[in-house]
């Protein structure tokens, strides 16, 4: 069985952060990445993700978006083939029968759901689209579909961890130039470096957006080999690629 996490938060959308481990790619890239971009046998690939999609609902449409590190949020009212699918870092539904798709290795993975009003969000978060708002157009889109504010729940996927993500001056200057606040989410490090928590980063526009129930998985993608792909741990380890986590959603039945 292909495992993958939960969050009691998203109770009532079938879902899951899902890990490197259940699939068929080999090597560096083994076992379930499901990276369309990566360089991977592109047949295997695709047998990963519908190893994922069958995890969930069985026979369901699985349905992402070409993510750019921005803030822009599709609307999905059908599904759409791969090669179709919109330049966007989120997308909505309040179809059912269709899985929404983030794919990320260290970026933060974000589900949404107001299971009342049956409407699902993800959100591909890296440090660009965390800044510039990608949870907060989600938001917007989701209740642009019928959801209410007040309802939506959010769970916050494996991600770079604080310990693992050092950055330099002057990206902490560019959070803290934006909001004087973001300063807490950094914290010390080496002569000119400091360690950033996106993932509280990312809680804290959440909150700041009005949802009220927030989980925060807290694995870190970069410290656990074993169980998740990562960009930055591949790059200091002189890789010759990476794979990507696939994170899902669909509306309940």
């Given at each position: 069985?292909?495992?993958?996490?939960?969050?009691?938060a998203l109770d009532?959308?079938?879902h899951?952060?899902?890990t490197?481990?259940?699939?068929?790619s080999?090597?560096?890239?083994?076992?379930?990445?499901?990276g369309?971009g990566s360089?991977?046998?592109?047949?295997?690939?695709?047998?990963n993700?519908?190893?994922?999609a069958d995890?969930?609902?069985?026979?369901a449409?699985?349905?992402?978006?070409?993510?750019?590190?921005g803030?822009a949020?599709a609307?999905?009212n059908?599904p759409?083939?791969?090669?179709?699918r919109?330049?966007?870092d989120?997308?909505?539904?309040?179809?059912?029968?269709v899985l929404l798709?983030?794919?990320?290795?260290?970026?933060v993975?974000?589900?949404?759901a107001?299971?009342?009003a049956?409407?699902?969000g993800?959100?591909h978060a890296g440090w660009?689209?965390?800044?510039?708002g990608v949870?907060?157009?989600?938001?917007d889109?989701?209740e642009a579909?019928?959801a209410?504010?007040?309802q939506?729940?959010a769970?916050?996927g494996?991600c770079?961890g604080r310990?693992?993500?050092?950055?330099?001056l002057d990206?902490?200057?560019?959070?803290?130039?934006?909001d004087?606040?973001?300063a807490?989410?950094?914290?010390?490090?080496?002569?000119g470096h400091a360690?950033f928590?996106i993932?509280?980063?990312?809680a804290?526009?959440?909150?700041?957006?009005?949802?009220?129930?927030?989980?925060?998985?807290?694995?870190?993608t970069?410290?656990?080999a074993?169980?998740?792909?990562?960009?930055?741990?591949?790059c200091?380890?002189g890789?010759?690629?990476?794979?990507?986590q696939?994170s899902?959603?669909?509306?309940g039945?």
């Amino acid at each position: 069985m292909t495992p993958y996490l939960t969050s009691s938060a998203l109770d009532g959308a079938p879902h899951g952060f899902f890990t490197r481990k259940g699939g068929v790619s080999s090597g560096e890239l083994a076992s379930l990445n499901c990276g369309t971009g990566s360089n991977d046998v592109p047949e295997l690939v695709a047998r990963n993700r519908r190893i994922g999609a069958d995890a969930l609902i069985p026979g369901a449409a699985l349905c992402g978006v070409y993510q750019v590190h921005g803030r822009a949020c599709a609307m999905l009212n059908a599904p759409w083939a791969e090669a179709a699918r919109p330049e966007a870092d989120a997308l909505v539904t309040a179809t059912r029968g269709v899985l929404l798709a983030i794919l990320t290795a260290d970026c933060v993975p974000v589900l949404f759901a107001d299971v009342a009003a049956g409407v699902v969000g993800a959100a591909h978060a890296g440090w660009k689209g965390a800044l510039t708002g990608v949870t907060d157009a989600t938001l917007d889109a989701m209740e642009a579909k019928g959801a209410s504010r007040a309802q939506i729940r959010a769970a916050i996927g494996p991600c770079i961890g604080r310990a693992s993500y050092e950055v330099d001056l002057d990206f902490r200057a560019r959070f803290c130039d934006a909001d004087g606040e973001n300063a807490r989410f950094f914290q010390d490090g080496r002569a000119g470096h400091a360690h950033f928590d996106i993932a509280a980063y990312v809680a804290a526009r959440l909150a700041g957006a009005g949802v009220r129930q927030i989980d925060i998985l807290g694995r870190d993608t970069c410290a656990d080999a074993d169980n998740f792909f990562s960009y930055r741990r591949a790059c200091l380890n002189g890789e010759n690629g990476y794979g990507r986590q696939i994170s899902l959603i669909g509306v309940g039945p």
